[in-house]
């Protein structure tokens, strides 16, 4: 809309749907957080319109209401296979209906709207893009989580709840209204990680934390291999980049034996393999091949089955 105005006006009044104002007031309405972020960004103010009070935009609320009757009525023998046709028409009917001379003012709309323009600000560098508000609260293992995908964020806000504006590409995260983080948006694929390794506290630091000492505790009482393939992970240069695959290995107790798991991992080592799926895979396939060979079905004789010598 600014764009095709050539720049900002001074003041936006919204109607008071919840996409522009949260919650309604007469005085000091709560505006909602996407709209303010537009507003910010043009750097415009927002007052809405008072609730019920359509004389607050009635010149407009009445333009728009002439404007769709008069299209309506044009193009009502026509037929559009796509959007963009029907946006393309608007557009040149738009001009066309700006350019008729107003029947009160004895001007054209265009012609009224050169006189305003002067005092319309300039549009900023940057067109604004349309982001999607949501919450996400950052894991022990500095990472949240956004449509199945894993963003870190600084370590010291871990257990905090953040707030997210997440764009076509980008993903920028705020805590208290101050950005703490930006990605790029991931758009294929499911539980991939993001990572900046400045968000991971320092190894030595990291290291000493009770998450991971917990974990390195575990594991060493389940078994040798087990405590191998979780003592390689966790004691890198930022042990927290696989504090949740070392989560997901222990979690296979859950459904599986320590016998079961250190062979895994046993078999895991020796391939430089640690990821959970494939140590769940080879459980099952060791499982499948030492199965004991099913034994033959015994069946009782029964009086009605006809043998195979009656059949010819």
């Known amino acids: 809309m600014f764009s095709y105005f050539g720049g900002v006006p001074q003041?936006?009044?919204?109607?008071?749907?919840k996409s522009a104002v949260t919650k309604a007031h007469r005085y000091d309405a709560t505006i909602n957080p996407a709209y303010t972020r537009l507003a910010t960004h043009y750097e415009v103010a927002v007052v809405p319109a008072r609730v019920r009070t359509p004389q607050d935009k009635a010149i407009v609320e009445r333009t728009i209401q002439i404007f769709q009757r008069w299209f309506f009525a044009r193009v009502r023998r026509r037929t559009f296979t796509s959007l963009f046709e029907l946006n393309k028409c608007l557009s040149e009917h738009l001009e066309i209906f700006n350019n008729k001379v107003h029947r009160i003012f004895r001007k054209t709309r265009q012609e009224m709207f050169r006189e305003e323009a002067a005092s319309l600000s300039p549009l900023p560098a940057s067109p604004y893009e349309v982001s999607v508000y949501k919450k996400a609260t950052l894991s022990r293992d500095c990472h949240l989580v956004f449509d199945k995908n894993y963003y870190s964020?600084?370590?010291?806000?871990?257990?905090?709840?953040?707030?997210?504006?997440?764009?076509?590409?980008?993903i920028e995260i705020y805590f208290e209204g101050e950005r703490v983080a930006l990605h790029g948006r991931r758009k294929k694929?499911?539980?991939?990680y993001t990572t900046n390794t400045d968000h991971y506290p320092e190894a030595h630091a990291a290291y000493a934390d009770e998450d991971i000492q917990s974990i390195l505790r575990r594991s060493k009482i389940i078994g040798r291999d087990v405590d191998r393939m979780i003592t390689a992970l966790l004691t890198g240069p930022a042990p927290y980049r696989y504090f949740r695959r070392c989560q997901g290995i222990l979690a296979l107790l859950l459904k599986y034996t320590r016998e079961d798991l250190n062979e895994a991992c046993e078999v895991g080592n020796r391939f430089n393999q640690s990821n959970v799926k494939y140590l769940e895979g080879v459980i099952r396939m060791r499982k499948g091949v030492l199965r004991k060979p099913e034994q033959a079905i015994k069946r009782k004789e029964n009086p009605n089955l006809r043998g195979v010598e009656n059949i010819h």
């Not at 003041?11 to 749907?17: A, E, F, I, R």
């Not at 964020?153 to 980008?170: I, T």
């Open 11 to 17: 003041v936006l009044s919204p109607d008071n749907l």
């Open 153 to 170: 964020a600084p370590y010291k806000l871990r257990g905090k709840e953040l707030d997210l504006w997440v764009s076509s590409s980008m």
């Open 189 to 192: 694929g499911i539980g991939l």
